[in-house]
């Protein structure tokens, strides 16, 4: 399992990709919801982590 740092890097990402994908393709483009999903997964990832490690949680993601 990724540790906390390494997924806010994989979220923060994703989501640039996701965004990038919406401005070229469209909101509603397969490729925006599949990184929309990707970004998704990633985040229920980070919140395990957090929670089974009691880690602190970081919740700015630039």
Not at 1 to 17: A, G
């Amino acid at each position: 399992m990724c540790s906390q740092h390494s997924l806010r890097f994989y979220i923060e990402n994703k989501r640039q990709d996701m965004i990038k994908a919406a401005e070229n393709f469209g909101m509603n483009a397969e490729i925006t919801i599949k990184h929309s999903q990707e970004l998704d997964e990633l985040l229920n990832q980070y919140w395990r982590v957090v929670f089974e490690t009691n880690e602190n949680p970081v919740v700015k993601f630039s």
